[in-house]
């Protein structure tokens, strides 16, 4: 749908769920659960899962009261802080929300880097770098292009994290082992690690705000935001 600007408008699939979905479906998730489990046993990796979803339900639920007792114009989360706390506020949390999306970008960037060097044996850390260079490049073009073509190639990238979903259960199902299972409940030796292991898997639930920051590109903002976002959590 085009609106008379010539501007594509998105719903709450395109323009939240699946940006959120995507996120939340992030490289800390594939490459950190593992570690969080070594360190402080499966009871308590579950333990930490649930504290986090519990933060993002209540966040987002203060984020849908906000979405639906006022118009949500362009600027996400910007927008949404200057409007309820204050302008002062707005600016000093929009910066740091800029810097930290800006380092977010290099982080799944270098992520993604890292996997392909090790899967396929391409060499060290300097090639990782030039893979990283070249995916944010890649990416580059595509926001520049416009907003319709980056969420079209999300549509490719959501098929490929569901098939890697389901090749993960497939080979949990195939692989089960009781006596492992037993092993990793627990951690002989996890004192200490609680909240090391919480602060290194709490950014994986972060993504689900997402969907706020395309608030300028939905058709109906104060709808599909609460909407998507608690469908993504």
């Not at 769920?17 to 499966?42: A, C, D, E, K």
């Not at 910007?78 to 600016?91: D, N």
Request: proline share 2%.
């Amino acid at each position: 749908m085009f609106t008379g600007s010539g501007r594509t408008r998105f719903g709450t699939f395109g323009g939240v769920f699946t940006p959120s979905v995507l996120t939340i479906l992030g490289i800390i998730l594939y490459m950190r659960t593992g570690y969080v489990v070594g360190i402080v046993g499966l009871w308590e990796a579950l333990l930490i899962m649930g504290m986090c979803f519990l933060i993002s339900v209540l966040t987002s639920m203060s984020l849908a009261v906000i979405a639906t007792h006022m118009r949500i114009k362009s600027g996400g989360f910007y927008y949404v802080i200057s409007r309820t706390l204050g302008v002062e506020f707005g600016g000093a949390l929009g910066l740091i929300l800029f810097l930290s999306i800006s380092i977010g970008v290099a982080f799944y960037a270098v992520g993604l880097a890292e996997v392909a060097v090790t899967i396929w044996d391409l060499g060290g850390a300097q090639t990782a770098q030039w893979i990283a260079a070249g995916a944010i490049l890649f990416f580059f073009v595509f926001a520049w292009i416009g907003a319709d073509w980056a969420t079209k190639l999300q549509y490719f990238v959501m098929v490929c994290v569901a098939a890697s979903l389901v090749a993960f259960f497939w080979g949990a199902f195939e692989s089960y082992d009781p006596a492992s299972l037993s092993e990793n409940l627990t951690v002989s030796d996890s004192s200490g690690f609680f909240w090391v292991a919480f602060a290194l898997f709490f950014p994986a639930i972060t993504g689900f705000t997402q969907g706020l920051n395309m608030s300028g590109d939905l058709k109906d903002p104060e709808r599909a935001i609460p909407l998507g976002t608690f469908l993504a959590v």
